[in-house]
């Protein structure tokens, strides 16, 4: 059993950064990719970044490249998204997410999620 739990969301103006952490508990965190997701309120869920095992490879949805950083430290069992340079639109629910198929936005292991709000 997998769970995941985030942190570091909050209120921030326009420009700033945040940076977002999702621990995980379980054998597996180490083995496997890892992804953010997030959802703006009447949206549908959005793939942020994601990072495979190593954290060699990395991808970003066009609408974060350039600011957002994802990250992980398989010793301490963490994933973390470094956001800068946020806009309005970056506005949603932030999650971690493990297994994820971007095609269906599923995955094998949710967390709750964390608030961000960017005000203008």
């Known amino acids: 059993q997998v769970t995941l739990v985030e942190s570091g969301g909050g209120l921030v103006q326009a420009g700033g950064s945040l940076r977002l952490s999702c621990a995980a508990s379980?054998?597996?965190?180490?083995?496997?990719?890892m992804a953010w997701i997030r959802q703006a309120q009447g949206k549908e869920h959005e793939f942020v970044a994601d990072?495979?095992?190593?954290?060699?490879?990395?991808h970003y949805a066009d609408s974060v490249n350039g600011r957002f950083t994802i990250s992980r430290d398989n010793a301490k069992n963490t994933l973390y998204l470094q956001m800068n340079s946020l806009k309005p639109e970056d506005t949603a629910v932030y999650y971690c997410?493990?297994?994820?198929?971007?095609?269906?936005?599923?995955?094998?292991?949710w967390g709750q999620g964390t608030q961000v709000t960017v005000s203008s």
């Open positions: 990072i495979n095992w190593s954290g060699g490879i990395t």
């Open positions: 379980g054998r597996t965190f180490g083995s496997s990719a």
């Open positions: 997410a493990q297994g994820l198929l971007i095609a269906t936005m599923s995955a094998n292991y």
